[in-house]
């Protein structure tokens, strides 16, 4: 049978329209039009029935590939979608992590899990046993050996609520794009880009990615039983692609009124425990608190007001939440402050008292060259972990729009990013890069930060393959 090109192209030019999904209409009808409208006898029918299955074998050229899913077409790109694409509000971990140990296992690491059970949620500031079993930690490193010299470290849990993945030209916004598995994202391209070079081995470098670390830092906390050590560990969180040299403490409190009910239009029946509560309140609003050069202010925020049922009832209980960012001192010296201005209001029936998850100011190392330096005021998990290793805090994003409706980075970022953990890796294994070495200082949280929930975490480790992994491939 002898085809006329002009047919010839009739039938491919559809049929790469439905391959490529260009905006054609319907292109497998216009390919049966095409295949009717051609000389009468000719034994079409195999070539018609194969069209489907031809096209479906189709091997896309890359360079058509990465026009059509840019995301998809990039390692990195495509391994932060499908992380922030799984919801995983702490406490709810399970799915990203199960994804993680999916990829990473195909990668061809060595993945271990270690269950976590600890606080999930804090109601007036006392810690909660957490009701989910499932959570667990993820530790990946490259063959047979976990003790290694370094560890690339951050968290799998985002604080709510969820916000979807969405790409506008070269940002990237949705929950936990910045905080923190854009850094998840860069730290496991790290590795791997210095893998394939040669330039890291098995017992250089091990990855552990947590779980609770928004929550007071079970899985971090939880890690401390895995019995390992390192020379040097890097944190990630939004540090704007610099190297942090320190962060405040943290210490929350609950300031509570406790006054007596009656009846409005007879106020003198009753005591009114908002009014306790104010006097209170306004002086540890006004408190100056030690500061320090390096981290600047420590700052007291009260952040939740309660009391009271209704507008014609003299209010019986009131109470208030707030926490301190701590730049000087330790917490046990900004307590004995607080209480001793609370104390000189006088008001009967007011008691203050504190959380249990409390640390001071926390130093980092930043000497390594080639990187801005500045200090944040944010929380980590970085005391959490302990032991005598020099601790680096660096990751993409800005902490500025962590935890808000415009969650976002740029494709940059996270493409700078992975440079710099492998610099940061580099230094850390071949000493290169280094200026005039301060030996990192390691700081254990204060007893004080050790809640009675950590008793009851779980030990050891679990092998990946007894996890019933589903990954979702994006």
């Given at each position: 049978m002898k085809l006329r090109l002009s047919s010839v192209v009739a039938l491919l030019f559809p049929l790469l329209a439905c391959s490529l999904e260009l905006p054609f209409p319907n292109p497998l009808n216009s390919i049966k039009h095409n295949l009717e409208s051609l000389r009468e006898g000719a034994n079409l029918d195999s070539l018609y029935h194969g069209v489907d299955s031809l096209r479906q074998k189709l091997e896309m050229p890359a360079f058509i590939r990465q026009y059509?899913?840019?995301?998809?077409?990039?390692?990195?790109?495509?391994?932060?979608?499908?992380?922030?694409?799984?919801?995983?509000?702490?406490?709810?971990?399970?799915?990203?992590?199960?994804?993680?140990?999916?990829?990473?296992?195909?990668?061809?690491?060595?993945?271990?899990?270690?269950?976590?059970?600890?606080?999930?949620?804090?109601?007036?500031?006392?810690?909660?046993?957490?009701?989910?079993?499932?959570?667990?930690?993820?530790?990946?490193?490259?063959?047979n050996n976990k003790t290694t010299r370094t560890l690339l470290s951050s968290h799998i849990d985002v604080?709510?609520?969820?916000?979807?993945y969405k790409v506008r030209g070269h940002k990237i916004s949705g929950r936990g794009t910045v905080d923190a598995k854009g850094s998840v994202a860069a730290q496991i391209q790290a590795v791997e880009e210095l893998r394939e070079s040669g330039e890291v081995g098995e017992g250089d470098v091990a990855m552990l990615f947590v779980v609770g670390e928004e929550t007071g830092g079970d899985g971090m906390r939880t890690a401390n039983k895995l019995g390992l050590s390192w020379e040097t560990v890097i944190f990630g969180e939004p540090t704007e692609l610099k190297l942090a040299t320190g962060h405040k403490g943290i210490l929350l409190f609950?300031?509570?009124a406790q006054g007596k009910a009656s009846h409005s239009g007879y106020p003198e029946l009753g005591i009114n425990a908002n009014s306790l509560l104010l006097p209170a309140l306004l002086a540890l609003d006004r408190l100056t608190l030690p500061a320090s050069e390096r981290l600047g202010n420590s700052t007291l925020n009260i952040g939740r007001i309660e009391g009271g049922v209704a507008?014609?009832?003299?209010?019986?209980?009131?109470?208030?939440q707030g926490s301190v960012r701590i730049a000087a001192a330790t917490p046990?010296?900004?307590?004995?402050?607080?209480?001793?201005?609370?104390?000189?209001?006088?008001?009967?029936?007011?008691?203050?008292?504190?959380?249990?998850?409390?640390?001071?100011?926390v130093h980092l190392d930043s000497d390594v060259e080639g990187f801005e330096t500045i200090p944040v005021s944010y929380g980590t998990d970085v005391p959490h972990l302990l032991g005598t290793h020099k601790r680096y805090l660096y990751g993409p994003g800005s902490i500025l729009v962590a935890h808000s409706d415009h969650e976002s980075l740029t494709v940059q970022d996270l493409q700078e990013a992975v440079v710099g953990y492998k610099k940061l890796l580099k230094g850390a294994l071949t000493g290169k890069g280094l200026i005039v070495a301060e030996a990192g200082k390691a700081q254990q949280p204060p007893e004080a930060s050790e809640s009675p929930?950590?008793?009851?975490?779980?030990?050891?480790?679990?092998?990946?393959?007894?996890?019933?992994v589903d990954g979702d491939s994006g």
């Open positions: 059509r899913d840019p995301i998809g077409a990039s390692p990195l790109l495509s391994l932060h979608r499908n992380l922030v694409r799984i919801e995983s509000i702490s406490g709810n971990e399970n799915a990203v992590g199960t994804w993680l140990v999916e990829y990473l296992t195909k990668k061809n690491y060595t993945v271990e899990i270690q269950p976590v059970v600890g606080v999930q949620e804090k109601v007036n500031g006392v810690g909660m046993a957490s009701s989910v079993t499932d959570r667990f930690n993820v530790l990946a490193f490259i063959g604080v709510p609520p969820y916000w979807p609950n300031l509570r507008a014609n009832v003299i209010p019986a209980y009131a109470y208030a046990e010296e900004v307590k004995d402050i607080m209480l001793l201005a609370v104390n000189k209001t006088g008001a009967a029936g007011v008691t203050l008292d504190f959380g249990a998850d409390c640390y001071g100011p929930e950590d008793q009851s975490l779980l030990d050891g480790t679990v092998k990946a393959e007894t996890l019933n």
